[in-house]
Structure formats: C-alpha cells, structure tokens
C-alpha cells in the first residue's frame, strides 16, 4: 500500500478541478439545452473531450496521486486495499473541493452561456422512466469505469503503460452513450461541483448511490470472477520468467 501525503492530496484538488473545468466547460459549449437536450448536441466531441482530458490528467497529475480525481475511483481503489482508508476519505475530500473549483471556473468564464444549461448540471433525461432507471445508467458507466481502473492500473497483472488510454476510453465511451441519458456523471464530484454552483440537487441519490453501487459491484467482480485468472496467469509464467 503506497504512503499518501500532502503532494497526492493537492495532485487530487488540482486534477479534479481541471476534469471538471474541461467537462464543464464543454458540455456547456456542445449540449443543447431545453426539454429535448439530446437532440442537437455533439455528444461525440463531449465523449472525447472527457477521455483525452482524462488520459491526460493521469499521465501529467497522476504520478503524484494515482490519478483518481473520481470519489468512486478512489473507494474501488480502497477496496482492493491499495489506499488507506484514512487517504481515501482525503482524497474525496479533496475530490470534492476540486470540483466545486472547476465548476466555479467554469462559471467565471462561461456565466451567460452556462446559465442557459445550468453550468452543465448532470440531469436524468425524460427518455428513462425515471430517477431510477437513471441510478442504474450511473452504476453501469462506474461499474465500467472502474473496472477498468482495477483491471489495467491496480490488478495483479496491471499494464499501467496502457492504463492512461484505456481509463480515458472507457470515461469516452461512457460520455457518448450515457451522456443523453444522464449526463452523465459517473463521478459524485463532478456531480457535486455543477450541483452547488446551480444550486440545483435534483435527484442527488442518483449521483452519489449510482457510482457507490457501481464501483462495488466493479469490485465484487474483479475479485470473484478475475482476479484467479490473474493469479492463475501470473503463476503459469512465473517459472519461464526465472529460467
């Protein structure tokens, strides 16, 4: 378990506040508003723009942290016991500070503009049943996400020169398909930070509980379903390795 100290902490404040500036930023620039927001907005640059600030974020900050910059990150990360839980909560702490800062940002920069989308606000779209169903669309995209993150940066057999691109694919895809349906978030501190500024907590629980239940689910599977076979993998090459 790697030491956390003051540098992870301002690492994770600093890379937060600028994932959420950038996501912010452009979802008030390339997604319509009104009772049809889906329709009219270019949710393929939003899906980019959220993987490439990411992979970037990770490859530039991350070498302090670990690169969370995501509350429900940083729990699957303290599941899998590579984090203290006393680091995790600052972590969120700092998490969640850094997200209010990025969409302040935002909104210094972009008050008009972001006023008529509510400083990009994650909302449950009218084309799900409801609140419900949008926790769900929340846990599938963290399941995903952080999934990923065990799989390629923390498991046992982890190819950390590919995580960087495979964590901001996984945000990518998740923002192209989900972004219609509930904005999305998939990240309660970058919900947290469009949601005060707005002064708008709208279906919060859907925000908070959906990458809760996301991220433990991501990890119940990692560890139940592939963990042995990377243990099994790493056992079989093991003995070549020490020819």
Known sequence: MQDRGLAAYIAE???TLLLVFFITAVGVLFV?????AQFGSDFAVVGLVYGFVLMVLIIGIGIASGGHFNPAITLGAALMKKIAWVDAAIYMLAQLSGGVLGALLTK???EDEGRASNWALPVVSPLLGGATQGAIVEALGSFLLVLTVLVVALGIKAKKEWAPLAIGLALAVIAM???PLTGPGVNPARWFG???VATDFTDAWVYVVGPIVGSVLAFLFYKFVLEKSDAE???AVAPGAQK
């Open 13 to 15: 404040l600093v890379g």
């Open 32 to 36: 319509s508003v009104g009772d049809n």
């Open 108 to 110: 210094a920069l972009l």
């Open 177 to 179: 398909v989900f972004g």
């Open 194 to 196: 469009s949601a005060l």
């Open 233 to 235: 993998e790493e056992t």
